[in-house]
């Protein structure tokens, strides 16, 4: 892409767009829910009202606090993943518009471990969000927690592993 600079390679760059729009939304997000956990946290009704009916799960002050803590963790680290993300790929934007040049430093290893670094970033962004939104559940009992987890499992399960295509399974019986 950085060597053959015509208008054919727009599509990559509004692909890079479309991903730091993409982080910015989920810091936009992360944020919001941080800001909105700690409104809660730091309101003075009391947050164990709603939790009087709940079954399963220690309820106390101490327990409370610890699971609204938690989860702000992980919307604040979050928020940070995706706003590295985003610095990463804005540079990855002008790099690529660099000329190439023997003394120039952003060479094409340098430009493609830069985009690594932030699709990185922004893939630990994504998880640290839908762990936090597995966990929110938690205010109200492990019951909700467990069933949010085994699929969030299941969800990363699909995105992580590709299974082999029809093609594949025959060569590797074929062989």
Request: charge should be negative.
């Amino acid at each position: 892409m950085m060597t053959d600079n015509d208008k054919k390679n727009i599509v990559a760059v509004q692909t890079l767009r479309n991903a730091i729009t993409g982080s910015t939304q989920m810091a936009t997000i992360s944020i919001l829910l941080c800001s909105g956990l700690a409104a809660v946290i730091s309101s003075t009704y009391s947050i164990e009202k709603p939790l009087n009916d709940t079954i399963f799960g220690a309820h106390g002050e101490f327990m409370v606090a610890l699971k609204y803590v938690t989860i702000l963790l992980f919307f604040l680290f979050s928020f940070l993943f995706h706003s590295l993300s985003i610095i990463f790929v804005d540079q990855e934007n002008f790099l690529i518009n660099t000329p190439q040049d023997p003394k120039n430093v952003a060479t094409l290893d340098y430009v493609s471990e830069v985009l690594e670094k932030g699709c990185m970033l922004n893939t630990v962004g994504n998880r640290l969000f839908y762990t936090a939104l597995s966990r929110l559940p938690w205010i109200f009992g492990p019951v909700l927690v467990f069933l949010c987890s085994i699929t969030l499992v299941s969800l990363f399960y699909n995105l992580d592993f590709v299974p082999p295509t029809r093609k594949e399974k025959v060569n590797e019986i074929g062989n």
